[in-house]
């Protein structure tokens, strides 16, 4: 079962490791290792998925109740004047005399006390299926577990690199300002001494009006980048350092195959389980024995007598005819395994499918990531020139405004792609099954080599 080790790297991290204990307000800066970590310990969804496994063990446990005799004690205490119970109270406190009266054999009392146990030897092999049922219900809620745990890595480090991005972004919308506020001076100054239009200037300060409202709307989306990441890791408010790391990001996977994937796992046990409790329809219909054994003992007050007894045998039991109960259970479990099979086949194509666009949305980021760094160094140098020109008084103030939305634009562009790259391989390695930063989800503190 894959469900204990699970249990036990969560409960580590979580009385372990108290930088990410429940409760705290996580670390002094973020990383996008140390994101993933906390928020695997507080978002609910991953605190949900340990209570999942933990039903999921106790109902192992509760299939395995038929394995076990069942002890028990009884006691009671009675009178009586009823003529057959009066007898059975004399007789089992062993005062019978040959000269009593069997129709009114008078008042009697009994105290019984006694201890019982029975096991069941044969059932047609159910509690066995349903035990192996049980086990792959284990395996599913596993799996299920790792599915959330995949999923709530990839989003806590897309949102991460949302933060990321978006800073970039103000990055550039405040260096576009700066300039285009730069170039207002200048053109003011030309404007005082007669050498510069009245429209021109007017242009000018339109274009720091649109320059201030793009950075106002990154440092909004920054604002709002920020919120999803913290809801994410599980915590309330907005207060964020980001402190990056080259040596934290994802790298690519050495196998594509989505075999590791928990979806297919999940499926996978879920047949198994189906196929147990096939077996124990099919088990239904054989007879079950049951042993028992029992030991009573007997005192009055009235009669002042007492005594022991017991009693122990075998009971076979056999339905003749059900009313064809067992077979629309065998029919009904046929059916499902015949579901999950096609959607087993279904799951493959699509997790094939996911892998392939994973991989070139990759190669898609990557090239616009070439791209978009050419043209920032054209629109470096562009810019420059166009600048030079224009405090020279040799060109026009719209190839200015040109030039420098150029530049913004493509800084802009690197930015969302170099972020797109980071989030393009980790969307591979969650499409390959992979976790961001280990080999399986319960290896936590090893990375993989750059291939």
Known sequence: MKMRPFLLLFLTILYSAPAFAIGSDGPAFWTARRAIEFAKENNPDSQLAVQRMLQADAMVQKAGVGFYPRLELFGNYSQTNNPMYSFGNILNQGEFSPDIDFNDPGRTDNLGLGIGVTYRF???????????????????????????????????????????????VIQARQKALEAITSSLDVAQSRFAAGDFLKSDLLNLQVEQS???????????????AKRVFLTLLGLPGDDLNIEVEEAESPVLPSDLDPVKRPELQKLTAALQAAESRLQAARGSRLPTVDGFARYSYDQG???GGEGGSWMA????????????????????????????????????LALD??????????DLARQRLQVTEQMVAQAVESESLTRARFDAGVLLVSELIDSEN?????RVRHALASSAVQVAVANLRRAAGFPQYSQDFHQTNTMENQP
């Not at 086990?135 to 599913?140: S, T």
């Not at 649109?210 to 909004?220: D, G, P, S």
């Not at 499918?353 to 990759?362: I, R």
Request: aromatic share 6%.
């Open 301 to 303: 007050t009235v009669l």
């Open 210 to 224: 649109q320059a201030t409202e793009n950075l106002v709307q990154a440092r909004h989306d920054l604002e709002m």
């Open 122 to 168: 044969y059932n047609g092999g159910r509690d066995l299926a349903q035990k192996k049922a049980a086990k792959a219900g284990v395996d599913l809620s596993s799996a299920e577990s790792d599915a959330i745990i995949l999923r709530l890595e990839f989003e806590v480090f897309q949102a991460f690199q949302r933060v990321i991005e978006t800073g970039k």
């Open 313 to 348: 045998g075998v009971n076979l039991n056999f339905k003749l005819f059900d009313g064809h109960q067992a077979d629309a259970e065998i029919a009904m479990v046929e059916a499902e395994l015949g579901v999950l099979r096609a959607e087993q086949k279904k799951l493959k």
């Open 406 to 410: 150029r530049l913004t634009d493509s």
């Open 353 to 362: 499918l996911e892998v392939s666009q994973a991989e070139l949305a990759l």
